[in-house]
Each structure stands twice: as C-alpha cells, then as structure tokens.
C-alpha cells in the first residue's frame, strides 16, 4: 500500500462546479496533513495545512480524520485558474519525512 | 529571506555524461528532501537527507545516484553515466528541524534534466 494514495483524476468541471479530492494516508502515527497546488511546470506551493477541527480559506474547505486517516480538499464555484495538480501531503511522526501523494489534476473549463 | 534555490534550471546532458543538480535550503533549514517528477507524472520522492546524513534513500535508484548535503554548502543529487531515461524535473525541497509541527516544506524552481 502506498503511505499517501490519492485518485489521479483528471477531474474535468465547469466553472462554478464544487469538487472535492481524497487522500488516505498509511502511517496512523502521521503528524501533520497538507494540501499543496502544483501548476503545469512549475514547482509545488502551499495551498493549505490541514487541521482535525478542519479548516477553510476563502473557497477551499480542509478537513481531516484521523480515525480513517483520510484527509479531503473541497473547492467552491470553480475558477479557471483553479486548474492544476493538488497534491496530499503527509509529514512523518516527529516531523520525519514529508510524503507527497501522486496529485490529482483538476481541469475547470469556462 | 531567499527561497529554496536550485540550480541550473536547466541542464541538457549527453548520455554517458555526469549530472551535478544542486540545492540551497531555506535559511534556518535543515531537512532537505529531493524528488523526480516524469512529463505527465507525479513527484517521486527520492532521498531525504539531513546536514552530512542521508535519513531515507529508498526512492533513489541504487545505481548511479547519490545525494549529499555536507555541512558547509548546498545540497547535491549527482547522476553518473545519464541515460535518457532520467530526463526528468528534479525538485529539492526544505523543511524546518524535525519535530516542530506542521512543518510545511518549501519547494525550489527544479531542474530540468535532459538527456540527449
């Protein structure tokens, strides 16, 4: 089993459509959760970390469970600039070792 | 407070030749992580390294790769004898000391390999 595994999409909306990712995580004993957006080419970014009471920014809904270890990321009314890769972020136990998922693309058309 | 620099940002090889890809940290940085990632693909988590010590090295191919990150100077993923196959984005990442919670890691721009 994979330590991080997300759907590899393409996930393919239109603006204003609301979609949500999922990532699981192996490691019960996982520290700290992250969500990071990866454009065509570019390097990865902080999006958003992840908290267990969940957390929102603006459109973009975290939320984390612990008990399934199963992290999600909801995106409201869609943009066209939202298209990129989102990719799940696991950090070890005691900080070791960030574990990026494979990514799961995401394309909004007008 | 420069970010995480790498360079070259491109890098054009013939195969047989050897690759040197470097990696500044952030200040204050002392976790290094470096990862491939194939046209088209997902990063592959390569080697995880702290100053002078390889932590986890299970994602670096156990031939012709190694990485180092000495106590004075940048972090350094060497390629010998580069076949086509390792044309790749190569990113290097960075992360405070180990235990501090939620410790984002902050990428560099990559290097873009290119065997020809």
């Known amino acids: 089993r994979k330590e991080v595994e997300q759907d590899p999409g393409p996930f393919n909306v239109p603006e204003g459509a609301t979609v949500a990712f999922n990532c699981t995580y192996s490691?019960?004993?996982?520290?700290?959760f992250f969500w990071y957006r990866q454009d065509c080419r570019k390097e990865p970014k902080l999006l958003m970390s992840?908290?267990?009471s969940g957390n929102e920014d603006g459109r973009f809904t975290a939320q984390l469970n612990r008990a399934s270890q199963y992290i999600s990321l909801l995106i409201r009314d869609s943009k066209l600039s939202d298209s990129a890769t989102y990719l799940c972020v696991v950090n070890g136990p005691g900080g070791f070792k960030t574990i990026f998922g494979a990514g799961t693309r995401l394309f909004v058309k007008a | 407070n420069a970010g995480v620099m790498q360079n070259p940002r491109h890098l054009v090889r013939r195969r047989g030749q050897e690759a040197r890809l470097r990696c500044s940290p952030m200040k204050g940085h002392s976790h290094v992580y470096w990862y491939r990632q194939l046209p088209e693909e997902g990063l592959k988590f390569m080697v995880y390294?702290?100053?002078?010590?390889?932590?986890?090295e299970s994602g670096m191919p156990k031939e012709r790769f190694s990485a180092e990150f000495p106590k004075e100077g940048p972090s350094i993923l060497r390629i010998q004898q580069v076949v086509r196959g390792d044309s790749a984005a190569y990113f290097c990442?960075?992360?405070?000391?180990?235990?501090?919670?939620?410790?984002?890691?902050?990428f560099g721009q990559g290097t873009r390999l290119t065997v020809v």
């Open positions: 390294l702290q100053k002078e010590n390889i932590i986890d």
């Open positions: 992840v908290y267990s």
């Open positions: 490691n019960s004993a996982s520290q700290s």
């Open positions: 990442a960075s992360s405070r000391s180990a235990g501090a919670l939620n410790t984002e890691a902050f």
